[in-house]
């Protein structure tokens, strides 16, 4: 990596060992990550000053939000890719999967090349998404000022 500030991810696992084998992953790589259990402290995470760049969301989880609904609320008032992490693929996960504006799903337990090409294909798609949206909002001011 060579931004000088590592890329803060959260990781929304309710299992602590798939947490912090993750983590730890993600650090061998220069990340900087957070761990919480529960859809509720993701949501608190994402409202705070601490904002994630990115998060790893776990589709089952404690609490009373699973990571769907979880994802749909951050995507209210935050615009930060989420990836869900899944051990099931059948054809009801993947339609919630599709039903929010994610970047993509990574079965549990994958090579760790697969998770870091992931989390920095979704991190450089959002930045280019991002870009994009920043253009279109100068555009659209300039076209009002001609």
């Known amino acids: 990596m060579n931004d000088v500030v590592p890329k803060k991810i959260l990781i ?6 798939n947490a912090q084998i993750t983590a730890g992953i993600l650090s061998k790589y220069g990340y900087e990550v957070e761990t ?11 409202k705070s000053d601490q904002s994630p760049e990115l998060i790893l969301m776990d589709i ?9 609904e979880t994802a749909r609320i951050i995507q209210q008032f935050k615009d930060i890719p989420i990836v869900f992490l899944t051990a ?9 999967i599709k039903s929010v504006t994610g970047y993509g799903y990574i079965l549990k337990g994958v090579d760790e090349y697969v ?3 992931t989390v920095e294909m979704a991190l450089k798609l959002h930045e280019t998404s991002t870009m994009l949206k920043q253009r279109e909002r100068m555009f659209q001011f300039y076209h009002h000022l001609v």
């Open 12 to 17: 929304v696992e309710d299992s602590r060992l």
């Open 60 to 68: 089952e989880l404690m609490g009373k939000l699973d990571g769907i």
């Open 36 to 46: 919480v259990r529960t859809g509720e402290e993701a949501v608190e995470k994402v």
């Open 88 to 96: 099931n693929t059948n054809k009801e996960i993947m339609e919630k």
């Open 115 to 117: 998770l870091i090409s």
